[in-house]
């Protein structure tokens, strides 16, 4: 019996770190195609309404301390009624609002810039 849990464990524990390796290999492979995709993309500026806002909240302790990490998307509909919706930054959220109304400036998923109308 102890010979065979000596055998066995490391090749278990072996097989999880290969697992985990390979799904951040994927996950870098993926992120880094998007990042080009978004880069080779025309830069487009569009007539839009703001439809809706969200965020998602990611917690982690570190040193005892409990950290929130929030990420913030906004929706966007085009005037042939698409909605395409954008992450943006903090500081970029707090300054939509639902119906809203102007120009949105965009590279395929990438948000670049929201010039409300007057």
Not at 48 to 77: A, C, G, L, P
Request: proline share 2%.
């Amino acid at each position: 019996m102890g010979f065979y849990m000596f055998s066995v464990v490391p090749v278990i524990i072996l097989i999880g770190f290969i697992i985990v390796f390979g799904v951040l290999i994927v996950a870098g492979i993926k992120g880094f195609g998007e990042w080009r995709a978004n880069n080779a993309a025309e830069v487009i500026t569009e007539p839009v309404v703001i439809k809706d806002k969200r965020y998602t909240s990611k917690r982690h302790h570190h040193n005892n301390h409990m950290n929130v990490h929030h990420t913030y998307f906004v929706t966007f509909e085009f005037v042939d009624k698409e909605r395409l919706e954008l992450k943006v930054k903090e500081s970029q959220y707090g300054f939509l609002s639902v119906n809203d109304t102007g120009q949105l400036t965009y590279q395929r998923k990438r948000f670049i810039d929201f010039e409300r109308d007057l």
